[in-house]
């Protein structure tokens, strides 16, 4: 069996970057044959190579895609993304493209529960061809010290594209105040800049805090390893998420995690278990506080959090639930 991934901007490092890369890596570990295909504005594919399934990310950039082949796939699935159902399943300008393209899915893919409520509440009819396969987690295996951080330190890492829906100026704002109170505290920033304008009032507030908070900028997945291995706790400040590939990444290396109240993250993190969810500033505040002061605390969140990874977020099982509606979709 071949299977072509298509993906948006598979050239940068976006959450949907390493889901696909891990899922083909899984698909291939079953002996399963892929053809990664990068969505861009410049993409100038016009024919996919032939492939027995072709397995779409992205609703609304998969669909605007189809749109300029020359000859379109008999049939697809579709993995809905955080940006499908929370911002392009409900725009008066997208909505209909995003319809248009589920409606017509073998099969359609999300992450949890919440997210098929959300997308059966808008449309009930594509119930019988929804799967819930929840995202896989791998070893990052390289954790040489590149980049150390200071000692007598306390590290927060925050790991995403820098853009609107991240929401990272509240996490150096609400930091900021913790920071005064305690100098230990420490910010990093991980990823590229993905809006401009976002970019530059980040700038601004990296140049105002420069003493504390750091911007590592664009690091290749696979030297993640380095940044988990010496976080003291990661961060998640979306406005919205799908299931943030650095929260598991986080929980699978057993560190604790303080996220904001979103369907992605509800779907992975349960409150003062295997993690902390905030949704006021003071809320955000008393977690991070209680994480930097607790060492017990912290110890035991994150064993929490590394068995439940363990159990229920194995890339091999990920790998091998695609692989049935694979075969159950074109037998």
């Known amino acids: 069996m071949k299977v072509l991934l298509v993906t948006p901007n598979f050239h940068q490092p976006r959450g949907n970057t390493v889901t696909v890369q891990r899922i083909a890596d899984g698909l291939k570990k ?20 032939k492939a027995e399934v072709v397995h779409g990310f992205h609703a609304y950039h998969f669909y605007k895609f189809l749109e300029k082949l ?9 993995t809905l993304t955080g940006t499908d159902l929370n911002h392009h399943l409900f725009d008066e300008k997208t909505r209909e493209d995003v319809i248009f393209c589920l409606r017509n899915a073998k099969a359609i893919h999300v992450f949890n529960q919440e ?32 980049q150390p ?48 304008a976002e970019g530059e009032v980040v700038k601004e507030l990296l140049q105002a805090n420069k003493k504390w908070v750091c911007y590592l900028g664009k690091v290749p997945h696979k030297k993640m390893g380095v940044i988990y291995t010496q976080a ?27 996220v904001s109240n979103n369907q992605g993250n509800r779907s992975i993190v349960s409150h003062r278990e295997t993690g902390f969810i905030y949704t006021t500033s003071n809320q955000f505040l008393d977690y991070a506080e209680q994480i930097l002061n607790n060492i017990e605390l912290r110890q035991t969140i994150g064993e929490n959090a590394k068995q439940y990874i ?14 049935q509606i694979y075969q159950n979709t074109w037998k």
């Not at 295909?37 to 016009?46: A, D, F, G, P, Q």
């Not at 930091?175 to 990823?191: D, H, T």
Request: glycine fraction near 2%.
């Open 115 to 146: 997210a098929k409520h959300i997308l059966l509440k808008e449309l009930p009819e594509v119930k019988h061809k929804t799967a819930i396969i929840p995202q896989g987690t791998t070893e990052i295996p390289d954790k040489s010290l590149q």
């Open 30 to 49: 079953s002996d399963v044959q892929t053809d990664i295909i990068s969505i861009t504005e410049e993409n100038l594919v016009k024919t996919l190579p």
């Open 232 to 258: 003291d706790c990661v961060l998640n400040t979306s406005h919205s998420e799908g299931q943030p590939a650095s929260i598991l990444e986080a929980m699978s290396s057993c560190l604790p995690v303080l």
């Open 70 to 78: 020359d000859t379109k796939p008999a049939s697809y699935i579709i």
């Open 310 to 323: 363990a159990e229920n977020h194995s890339s091999e099982k990920e790998a091998k639930q695609l692989i």
């Open 149 to 196: 951080k200071e000692d007598d330190t306390f590290l927060f890492v925050l790991a995403a594209g820098i853009r609107k829906v991240k929401n990272i100026p509240f996490a150096i704002e609400s930091l900021r105040s913790l920071y005064e109170k305690n100098s230990k505290v420490r910010l990093w920033l991980v990823g590229p800049i993905l809006e401009e």
